[in-house]
């Protein structure tokens, strides 16, 4: 999914991702593409994230699940340089190791929503670009809320 900075800009604004947070988003991940899981008939979802030749750049660098559960990931490296992936999951962070021209999977439970950030450690790459995060949509359960008044925001 190829867009302009305004079609971004949009879509980030139509996803409710320029709420709070809005500004590590918007400057960390500033220059990638946004992408959406897909979910298959059983609930689970499903997406793809790639390195491409001499980018250092997860493309999507943003994706986005719809609501909190498992999603099954297939990371690929089309680079000509070994990178990894160091994914979130809940209770156990998954590791995978991507030689060059080569491909991963994994599954992560992400059960809430929120942003839940990943890179590769490798080297430089991190500082380099190769950060991105999944956005999981959805409200907070109530029992999960914290219990104060709404604080200002600046």
Not at 19 to 30: D, F, I, T
Not at 94 to 107: D, E, M, P, Q, Y
Request: contains cysteine.
């Amino acid at each position: 999914m190829t867009s302009t900075a305004h079609e971004r800009s949009d879509l980030i604004s139509k996803l409710g991702l320029d709420a709070q947070n809005k500004a590590s988003l918007g400057r960390v991940l500033a220059t990638g593409n946004i992408g959406q899981a897909t979910e298959k008939a059983d609930g689970r979802m499903q997406g793809t994230i790639r390195i491409n030749p001499d980018e250092l750049v997860w493309d999507p660098q943003i994706l986005v699940m719809p609501h909190g559960g498992d999603i099954d990931l297939e990371i690929i490296n089309d680079d000509l340089n070994t990178h990894c992936a160091l994914l979130p999951s809940n209770g156990d962070r998954k590791f995978i190791w991507l030689v060059n021209h080569s491909r991963g999977r994994a599954t992560l439970n992400l059960d809430g929503p929120g942003y839940y950030w990943y890179g590769s450690p490798t080297g430089n790459d991190e500082g380099r670009g190769l950060t991105g995060v999944i956005v999981v949509l959805g409200d907070v359960p109530p029992e999960a809320r914290l219990d104060r008044p709404d604080q200002p925001r600046p």
